[in-house]
């Protein structure tokens, strides 16, 4: 007998790849982000201006967590 | 992936298959896990530059340097000189007027192009990209640059140019 997982991939077969498209577009994205937040901190470092360093570092660090978060979701061949 | 790999293969055999192409494939799933890592690699990067800004601040220049006779240098030219410190840093210095004297650093912010001064404008110009710098202050006019010029400031004392860091000055005058 089929189970629900079963019939929603039945039902749904190109979940997977808009799921796993969607998560490849976000983390461009973030990764985009994090370049320019690099670039600009290089640049301002050099004009000692510490808190736009330590303010891209924080947005960075955040951008990078949801970067791993993301991952989580990233649909298995498997199931 | 049915096609690349067998379900039940183990992950040493994913990871080293026997065939070149399946060992130069990349599947969707690994490219994100690729750029997961790069996200966090870029975090690290940013936190580096906060860590050497923490522990290395930028010195300015100490003490006062000799830099030429104040006959050396006519009014509206430049005189290029270099302090050695933990590194060689050129600089040039500008007669405006007579009484008049700046000393900025030659390379420019935008690449480090050298820049020279040009008396007809009464502006400093890096060549390379058409760069302009205010020459009383070192302000960007006009280009590329994202900076104004490093300056010094000049001391005249028994017909001698002197340079020094422009904070150290400052805090003697207050001082």
Not at chain 1, 2 to 29: C, G, V, W, Y
Not at chain 2, 115 to 133: K, M, S, T, W
Request: aromatic share 10%; charged share 25%; glycine share 6%.
């Amino acid at each position: 007998m089929a189970d629900f997982r079963e019939s929603q991939n039945k039902a749904h077969p190109n979940k997977t790849n808009t799921l796993m498209t969607a998560i490849i577009i976000l983390l461009i994205l973030f990764v985009s982000l994090q370049i320019w937040f690099l670039f600009g901190a290089l640049n301002n470092a050099l004009q000692e201006n510490f808190n736009f360093a330590l303010t891209t570092f924080i947005g960075s660090a955040i951008l990078a967590l949801c970067s791993f978060w993301i991952l989580k979701y990233l649909p298995d061949p498997k199931e | 992936m049915k096609d690349q790999h067998s379900d039940n293969d183990p992950n040493w055999k994913r990871d080293f298959p026997i065939e070149k192409t399946k060992a130069t494939h990349v599947s969707r799933r690994e490219f994100a896990k690729f750029l997961g890592l790069l996200s966090g690699a870029l975090a690290i990067s940013n936190g580096g530059i906060v860590i050497k800004s923490l522990l290395f601040p930028k010195e300015g220049l100490k003490g006062e340097h000799f830099v030429c006779n104040v006959s050396d240098v006519a009014v509206g030219e430049m005189f290029q000189f270099e302090i050695e410190g933990t590194k060689v840093v050129p600089y040039i210095l500008i007669r405006l007027e007579e009484d008049r004297w700046r000393a900025f650093e030659q390379k420019c912010t935008h690449l480090a192009c050298a820049v020279r001064y040009r008396a007809d404008l009464n502006q400093i110009e890096c060549p390379c990209h058409q760069g302009f710098f205010d020459a009383e202050s070192g302000r960007v006019i006009a280009g590329p640059p994202p900076r104004p010029l490093p300056q010094l400031a000049v001391i005249i004392r028994e017909d001698k140019v002197y340079v020094t860091g422009k904070e150290e000055q400052e805090q003697e005058n207050i001082s």
